[in-house]
């Protein structure tokens, strides 16, 4: 492979990056950061240039697991570039906490400085970025079809039933078990065409600003009162968090979705293993990091800084249908439609907003990310 040429008057091309960026000099210290690379690394660029990365120095406040010299090392040396998923930052704060983010970094030569590496972070869940919103679309092409076939089925549906129940008053008993049983799965049919149809009428949002912790005490209030009775929801708000430009009932909507997957798939768990201790978790904070790619409107990539989390600990997505589940009719559960989470990618994405998954056996996280108002 040949070596990536990246110049050395970056410009405003370098700031406009939609991932984290460091430049490390020949003697490993850091020669330039981005704007996305401060929050990421809670570092500002007075205090850390001309540090070296990995450094005693430095060690307080970033520890890249495994360390990074070797990879900048390679990619100098062979003037190629390299890619490294898997890395751990261990980002520490002023206060004396620390926050662990898993990362792939792809590194490249640079013209000059001479003998300096260009270093971007790709946040683990924002390389999913590109896929969720393909999957989204998908979504919406599939939706608007479903919309379309439901009409279409409803009527032919409603003359089968009225003549399986004519049929039904002249049968002996023996076989009116199979005329009730037609009446009852074309109810059952009637009953999620019109959700479909229901879900093709989400018209585009009106945004405005909105105070998310309003809209997660709604949600709250009536999962405790309704289907997470027996569950314990607990939440984690940050305070300070400044209004979200969003549409507040569809954010609800949204949000209830998620709030009742993972009021199911504790009951599920407790259904099945007697647990008795279910919890949901409710967050919001702060994350300056996250960006969409660049685009007309947002040259520097609309900033999704507002962070809402929706975390169960049940038993995760199950495996089979990890990769399907904002497709529509995708269900892991008995009598589930698998609208629920095609809906919610369909809001957010007519919000220009982000979802994220991460889900493994104990704990599963949903987490939005909406722009401020
Ligand atoms: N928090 C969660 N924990 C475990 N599995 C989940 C969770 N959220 C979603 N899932 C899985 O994803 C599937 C799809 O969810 P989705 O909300 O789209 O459909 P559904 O809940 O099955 O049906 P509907 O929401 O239309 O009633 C679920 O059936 C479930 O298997
Ligand atoms: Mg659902």
Sequence with gaps: MSAPFIPAEIGPNWSRLPLPA?????????????DLAEPFLNLS????????????QMQMRLRIVPPLAPLIARARDGHDALTRPGLRFE?????????????????????????????????????RLGQGV????????AIGMADMLAHEIKNPLAGIRGAAQLLAMNLPDSDRDLADLIVEESRRIVALLEQVERFGDTSAPRLAPVNVHDVLERVRQSASVGFA?????????????????????????????????????????????????????????????????????????????LQIEIEDDGPGIPEAIADQIFEPFVS???????????????ILSDHGAWLHVDSRPGRTTFRISLPKA
């Excluded at 620390?98 to 400085?113: E, R």
């Excluded at 393909?134 to 092409?141: L, M, W």
């Excluded at 892991?332 to 369909?346: D, M, Y």
């Design 45 to 56: 660029s007075r205090s850390a240039l001309g540090q070296e990365l990995e450094g005693a």
């Design 229 to 305: 009775r027996d569950l314990r929801i607990v939440t984690d708000y940050d305070p300070s968090l400044p209004p979200a430009l969003a549409d507040a009932d569809q954010l609800v909507q949204v949000c209830m979705n998620l709030v009742k997957n993972a009021a199911e798939a504790l009951l599920r768990a407790s259904q099945i293993e007697g647990r008795t201790d279910g919890t949901i978790r409710l967050r919001s904070f702060y994350d300056g990091t996250l960006r969409l790619s660049p685009s007309a409107a947002h040259p520097g990539g609309q900033s999704l800084p």
């Design 91 to 127: 980002i520490g704060d002023r206060a004396g906490g620390h926050s662990d983010h898993s990362a792939t970094v792809h590194l490249g030569p640079v013209a000059s400085p001479a003998g300096s590496v260009m270093v971007l972070i790709a946040p683990d869940g924002s390389a």
């Design 332 to 346: 892991g559960r008995e009598n589930g439609t698998g609208l629920g989470l095609a809906l919610v990618s369909k």
């Design 134 to 141: 393909a999957v989204r679309s998908a979504a919406r092409a």
């Design 22 to 34: 460091l430049i490390i000099d020949a003697e490993g210290r850091i020669a330039g950061m981005n």
